[in-house]
Protein backbone atom coordinates (compact mmCIF):
# COMPACT_ATOMS: atom_id res chain seq x y z
CA UNK A 1 0.00 0.00 0.00
CA UNK A 2 1.59 3.65 -0.95
CA UNK A 3 1.53 6.59 1.15
CA UNK A 4 1.11 9.65 -0.49
CA UNK A 5 3.94 11.65 0.96
CA UNK A 6 3.19 15.21 2.68
CA UNK A 7 4.45 18.52 1.41
CA UNK A 8 4.38 21.84 2.25
CA UNK A 9 2.73 22.40 -1.16
CA UNK A 10 0.02 19.94 -0.59
CA UNK A 11 -0.33 21.46 3.07
CA UNK A 12 -0.83 24.80 1.33
CA UNK A 13 -3.10 23.73 -0.81
CA UNK A 14 -5.56 21.91 1.42
CA UNK A 15 -5.15 24.86 3.74
CA UNK A 16 -5.57 27.47 1.45
CA UNK A 17 -9.02 24.58 0.21
CA UNK A 18 -10.17 24.67 3.67
CA UNK A 19 -10.22 28.68 4.29
CA UNK A 20 -12.13 29.05 0.69
CA UNK A 21 -14.77 26.16 1.81
CA UNK A 22 -15.41 28.53 5.74
CA UNK A 23 -15.72 31.64 3.63
CA UNK A 24 -18.04 30.37 1.12
CA UNK A 25 -20.09 28.44 4.52
CA UNK A 26 -20.55 31.76 6.08
CA UNK A 27 -23.91 32.28 4.35
CA UNK A 28 -24.73 29.14 4.88
CA UNK A 29 -24.40 29.63 8.57
CA UNK A 30 -25.55 32.94 9.45
CA UNK A 31 -29.19 32.15 7.48
CA UNK A 32 -28.89 29.34 9.82
CA UNK A 33 -28.26 31.25 13.00
CA UNK A 34 -30.71 33.53 12.43
CA UNK A 35 -33.56 31.39 11.45
CA UNK A 36 -33.14 29.56 15.09
CA UNK A 37 -33.13 32.94 16.97
CA UNK A 38 -36.30 34.68 18.17
CA UNK A 39 -37.03 37.94 16.39
CA UNK A 40 -36.41 40.21 19.33
CA UNK A 41 -32.58 37.74 19.41
CA UNK A 42 -32.15 39.15 16.11
CA UNK A 43 -29.18 42.40 16.07
CA UNK A 44 -26.50 43.44 14.08
CA UNK A 45 -24.43 43.21 17.19
CA UNK A 46 -25.18 39.31 17.67
CA UNK A 47 -25.57 38.07 14.23
CA UNK A 48 -22.74 35.40 14.23
CA UNK A 49 -23.86 34.34 18.02
CA UNK A 50 -25.28 31.16 18.47
CA UNK A 51 -28.88 31.57 19.93
CA UNK A 52 -28.89 30.90 23.59
CA UNK A 53 -32.75 29.19 23.28
CA UNK A 54 -33.13 27.53 19.94
CA UNK A 55 -36.45 28.38 17.97
CA UNK A 56 -37.66 25.94 15.77
CA UNK A 57 -40.53 27.16 15.03
CA UNK A 58 -39.87 29.88 12.50
CA UNK A 59 -38.82 27.15 10.53
CA UNK A 60 -42.77 25.23 10.93
CA UNK A 61 -44.31 28.68 9.86
CA UNK A 62 -41.40 28.52 6.58
CA UNK A 63 -43.36 26.04 5.33
CA UNK A 64 -46.50 26.50 5.98
CA UNK A 65 -45.87 30.43 4.44
CA UNK A 66 -44.52 28.43 1.39
CA UNK A 67 -45.78 24.96 0.96
CA UNK A 68 -47.94 26.08 -1.87
CA UNK A 69 -44.69 28.10 -3.85
CA UNK A 70 -42.81 24.68 -3.06
CA UNK A 71 -45.37 22.58 -4.67
CA UNK A 72 -45.50 25.11 -7.50
CA UNK A 73 -41.77 25.31 -8.11
CA UNK A 74 -41.57 21.09 -8.01
CA UNK A 75 -44.24 21.06 -10.84
CA UNK A 76 -42.67 24.02 -13.03
CA UNK A 77 -39.06 22.57 -12.39
CA UNK A 78 -39.94 18.82 -13.16
CA UNK A 79 -42.23 19.69 -15.88
CA UNK A 80 -39.79 22.33 -17.42
CA UNK A 81 -36.74 19.96 -17.01
CA UNK A 82 -38.17 17.04 -18.80
CA UNK A 83 -39.69 19.09 -21.46
CA UNK A 84 -36.70 20.61 -22.54
CA UNK A 85 -34.52 17.62 -21.86
CA UNK A 86 -36.17 15.60 -24.34
CA UNK A 87 -36.46 18.22 -26.85
CA UNK A 88 -32.94 19.00 -26.70
CA UNK A 89 -32.26 15.55 -26.80
CA UNK A 90 -33.95 15.28 -30.19
CA UNK A 91 -32.23 18.59 -31.62
CA UNK A 92 -28.41 17.20 -30.71
CA UNK A 93 -29.68 14.31 -32.48
CA UNK A 94 -30.70 15.54 -35.57
CA UNK A 95 -28.07 18.52 -35.60
CA UNK A 96 -25.51 15.64 -34.99
CA UNK A 97 -26.51 12.36 -36.69
CA UNK A 98 -29.27 13.68 -39.55
CA UNK A 99 -27.63 16.72 -40.77
CA UNK A 100 -29.41 18.53 -43.55
CA UNK A 101 -28.65 21.32 -45.90
CA UNK A 102 -27.95 24.00 -44.15
CA UNK A 103 -28.05 22.46 -40.74
CA UNK A 104 -24.87 24.14 -39.16
CA UNK A 105 -25.77 27.52 -40.38
CA UNK A 106 -29.45 26.97 -38.83
CA UNK A 107 -27.39 25.46 -35.40
CA UNK A 108 -25.06 28.48 -35.33
CA UNK A 109 -28.53 30.64 -35.02
CA UNK A 110 -30.29 28.25 -32.62
CA UNK A 111 -27.12 29.07 -30.14
CA UNK A 112 -27.89 32.94 -30.15
CA UNK A 113 -30.85 31.67 -27.30
CA UNK A 114 -27.79 31.11 -25.29
CA UNK A 115 -26.52 34.28 -25.48
CA UNK A 116 -30.02 36.57 -24.55
CA UNK A 117 -31.10 37.62 -21.26
CA UNK A 118 -34.23 36.76 -19.73
CA UNK A 119 -34.48 40.47 -19.34
CA UNK A 120 -34.11 41.33 -23.30
CA UNK A 121 -37.17 39.27 -23.88
CA UNK A 122 -39.50 39.93 -20.91
CA UNK A 123 -42.11 41.91 -22.99
CA UNK A 124 -42.13 39.70 -26.06
CA UNK A 125 -42.77 36.78 -23.77
CA UNK A 126 -45.40 38.28 -21.90
CA UNK A 127 -46.93 39.20 -25.03
CA UNK A 128 -46.39 35.99 -26.71
CA UNK A 129 -47.52 33.92 -23.69
CA UNK A 130 -50.86 36.66 -23.71
CA UNK A 131 -51.87 36.41 -26.87
CA UNK A 132 -51.76 32.44 -25.90
CA UNK A 133 -54.00 32.63 -23.16
CA UNK A 134 -51.08 30.81 -21.06
CA UNK A 135 -50.05 34.20 -19.04
CA UNK A 136 -50.41 34.35 -15.27
CA UNK A 137 -50.24 30.51 -14.94
CA UNK A 138 -47.89 27.63 -14.48
CA UNK A 139 -48.23 26.15 -18.25
CA UNK A 140 -47.36 29.33 -19.56
CA UNK A 141 -44.06 29.57 -17.59
CA UNK A 142 -42.95 25.94 -17.98
CA UNK A 143 -43.24 26.90 -22.00
CA UNK A 144 -41.02 29.47 -21.29
CA UNK A 145 -38.50 27.77 -19.67
CA UNK A 146 -38.57 24.42 -21.94
CA UNK A 147 -37.98 27.32 -25.15
CA UNK A 148 -35.60 29.28 -23.42
CA UNK A 149 -33.46 26.01 -21.94
CA UNK A 150 -33.44 24.28 -25.44
CA UNK A 151 -30.43 25.93 -26.75
CA UNK A 152 -27.99 24.78 -24.06
CA UNK A 153 -29.47 21.30 -24.00
CA UNK A 154 -28.75 21.00 -27.77
CA UNK A 155 -25.56 21.83 -27.62
CA UNK A 156 -25.05 19.47 -24.80
CA UNK A 157 -26.45 16.11 -26.73
CA UNK A 158 -24.86 17.73 -30.32
CA UNK A 159 -21.73 17.15 -28.63
CA UNK A 160 -22.84 14.40 -26.70
CA UNK A 161 -23.93 12.41 -29.71
CA UNK A 162 -20.77 13.16 -31.82
CA UNK A 163 -19.06 10.38 -30.21
CA UNK A 164 -21.55 8.08 -31.57
CA UNK A 165 -19.93 6.42 -34.42
CA UNK A 166 -21.71 7.48 -37.47
CA UNK A 167 -21.46 3.70 -39.19
CA UNK A 168 -23.35 2.31 -36.38
CA UNK A 169 -26.86 4.94 -37.61
CA UNK A 170 -25.68 4.02 -41.02
CA UNK A 171 -25.91 0.50 -40.28
CA UNK A 172 -29.49 0.65 -38.73
CA UNK A 173 -30.75 2.65 -41.75
CA UNK A 174 -29.92 0.31 -43.98
CA UNK A 175 -31.47 -2.53 -41.86
CA UNK A 176 -34.94 -0.58 -42.24
CA UNK A 177 -34.47 1.12 -39.01
CA UNK A 178 -36.34 4.99 -39.09
CA UNK A 179 -35.84 8.21 -37.38
CA UNK A 180 -37.21 7.73 -33.83
CA UNK A 181 -36.43 3.92 -34.15
CA UNK A 182 -32.97 4.31 -34.18
CA UNK A 183 -33.39 7.27 -31.73
CA UNK A 184 -34.84 4.92 -28.73
CA UNK A 185 -33.28 1.90 -29.62
CA UNK A 186 -29.62 3.23 -30.52
CA UNK A 187 -29.18 6.51 -29.38
CA UNK A 188 -31.03 6.90 -26.34
CA UNK A 189 -29.80 4.57 -24.61
CA UNK A 190 -26.31 5.30 -25.23
CA UNK A 191 -26.82 9.03 -23.82
CA UNK A 192 -27.73 8.56 -20.02
CA UNK A 193 -25.12 10.99 -18.98
CA UNK A 194 -25.88 13.31 -21.35
CA UNK A 195 -29.54 13.24 -19.75
CA UNK A 196 -27.78 13.44 -16.01
CA UNK A 197 -25.91 16.36 -17.06
CA UNK A 198 -28.41 18.88 -18.71
CA UNK A 199 -31.34 17.50 -16.23
CA UNK A 200 -28.97 18.88 -13.40
CA UNK A 201 -28.16 21.78 -14.92
CA UNK A 202 -32.25 22.89 -15.89
CA UNK A 203 -33.32 21.80 -12.80
CA UNK A 204 -30.58 23.75 -10.98
CA UNK A 205 -31.33 27.30 -13.63
CA UNK A 206 -35.14 26.72 -13.44
CA UNK A 207 -35.13 26.31 -9.43
CA UNK A 208 -33.05 29.44 -8.84
CA UNK A 209 -35.05 31.70 -11.50
CA UNK A 210 -36.96 34.80 -10.25
CA UNK A 211 -37.74 37.26 -12.95
CA UNK A 212 -40.11 35.80 -14.90
CA UNK A 213 -41.55 34.13 -11.85
CA UNK A 214 -42.35 37.51 -10.86
CA UNK A 215 -43.41 38.65 -14.14
CA UNK A 216 -45.60 35.85 -15.63
CA UNK A 217 -47.29 34.01 -12.89
CA UNK A 218 -50.13 35.49 -10.41
CA UNK A 219 -49.92 35.12 -6.81
CA UNK A 220 -51.15 32.14 -6.58
CA UNK A 221 -48.90 30.09 -8.89
CA UNK A 222 -45.61 31.87 -7.97
CA UNK A 223 -42.69 29.83 -7.30
CA UNK A 224 -40.49 29.73 -4.02
CA UNK A 225 -38.24 32.62 -5.60
CA UNK A 226 -40.99 35.01 -5.16
CA UNK A 227 -42.74 33.39 -2.15
CA UNK A 228 -39.45 33.59 -0.35
CA UNK A 229 -39.19 37.22 -1.53
CA UNK A 230 -42.40 38.26 -0.42
CA UNK A 231 -41.61 37.13 3.26
CA UNK A 232 -39.29 40.08 3.22
CA UNK A 233 -41.69 42.66 1.66
CA UNK A 234 -42.86 44.51 4.55
CA UNK A 235 -41.81 47.40 6.89
CA UNK A 236 -41.07 44.96 9.60
CA UNK A 237 -39.26 41.67 8.82
CA UNK A 238 -38.53 39.23 11.16
CA UNK A 239 -35.58 37.76 9.59
CA UNK A 240 -35.55 34.33 11.45
CA UNK A 241 -38.78 33.74 8.30
CA UNK A 242 -37.18 34.50 5.51
CA UNK A 243 -33.89 32.68 6.42
CA UNK A 244 -35.68 29.47 7.47
CA UNK A 245 -37.73 29.93 3.94
CA UNK A 246 -34.17 30.04 2.22
CA UNK A 247 -32.54 26.78 4.02
CA UNK A 248 -35.71 25.32 2.92
CA UNK A 249 -35.45 26.54 -0.84
CA UNK A 250 -31.65 25.55 -0.81
CA UNK A 251 -32.91 21.89 -0.13
CA UNK A 252 -33.73 20.39 -2.69
CA UNK A 253 -30.58 21.35 -5.20
CA UNK A 254 -28.27 20.89 -2.32
CA UNK A 255 -29.68 17.56 -2.16
CA UNK A 256 -29.31 16.51 -5.97
CA UNK A 257 -25.95 17.84 -5.96
CA UNK A 258 -24.98 16.22 -3.28
CA UNK A 259 -26.35 12.38 -4.30
CA UNK A 260 -25.58 12.95 -8.05
CA UNK A 261 -22.72 15.44 -7.95
CA UNK A 262 -20.61 12.61 -9.23
CA UNK A 263 -22.61 11.57 -12.13
CA UNK A 264 -22.98 15.48 -13.34
CA UNK A 265 -18.82 15.49 -13.43
CA UNK A 266 -18.74 11.79 -15.38
CA UNK A 267 -21.60 13.11 -17.96
CA UNK A 268 -19.53 16.36 -18.75
CA UNK A 269 -16.32 14.24 -18.99
CA UNK A 270 -18.00 11.71 -21.29
CA UNK A 271 -18.89 14.19 -23.59
CA UNK A 272 -15.75 16.18 -23.54
CA UNK A 273 -13.84 13.65 -25.68
CA UNK A 274 -14.40 12.45 -28.95
CA UNK A 275 -13.22 9.00 -30.27
Not at 187 to 203: A, C, H, K, Y
Request: net charge positive; hydrophobic share 55%; glycine share 8%.
Amino acid sequence: MTTRKITPGSVLLYATLVVLALFFLMPAYMAAVTALKMPADISLPTAWEWPDVVNWASFSEAIGLLRPNFINSIILTLCATAGSTILGSLNGYVFSKWKFKGSDVVFTLFLFGMFIPYQVILIPLFQTLRSMHLYGGLPGLILAHIVYGLPITSLIFRNFYAQIPTALIESARLDGAGFFSIYLRIVFPLSIPGFVVTSLWQFTQIWNEFLWGICLTRHADNPITVGLAQLAGGQAVSWNLPMAGSIMAAMPVLAIYIFLGRYFIRGLLAGSVKE
